[in-house]
């Protein structure tokens, strides 16, 4: 596990979670959900990170989110080969 003191967020990632909410108008118990986060709490700390001061599950939080989406978007590029306009 990471030491939580060298923790870097992905800012990238972060402004892509939040655009998605926006974009699907998710709110954060739904997309805690889709991410399987035990609770919506929990990423809205990761939506609100404090640079300076982060928690200590936030290294998890943000890999949930990763793998959330890497497999849409393998699902996404996969759709796209089986369905060539």
Same mark, same amino acid.
Request: no cysteine; glycine share 2%.
């Given at each position: 596990?990471? $030491?939580? /003191?060298?923790?870097?967020h992905? %800012? *990238?990632? !972060? !402004?892509?979670? *939040?655009?998605l909410?926006? @974009? !699907?108008k998710? @709110? &954060?118990p739904? /997309? /805690?959900?889709f +991410? $399987?986060?035990?609770? =919506?709490?929990?990423?809205?700390?990761?939506?609100?990170?404090?640079?300076? /001061?982060p %928690?200590?599950?936030?290294? @998890?939080? %943000?890999? *949930?989110?990763?793998?959330? +989406?890497?497999? &849409?978007?393998?699902?996404?590029? *996969? =759709?796209?080969?089986?369905? %060539?306009?």
């Open positions: 596990m990471e $030491n939580i /003191a060298s923790f870097k992905d %800012e *990238a990632l !972060r !402004r892509r979670t *939040a655009e909410l926006k @974009s !699907r998710w @709110s &954060q739904v /997309a /805690a959900k +991410f $399987n986060l035990s609770s =919506a709490t929990r990423l809205g700390k990761y939506l609100g990170l404090d640079t300076n /001061a %928690e200590s599950d936030m290294p @998890s939080v %943000e890999t *949930a989110i990763r793998n959330w +989406f890497r497999h &849409q978007d393998r699902r996404d590029s *996969a =759709a796209k080969n089986l369905f %060539e306009n």
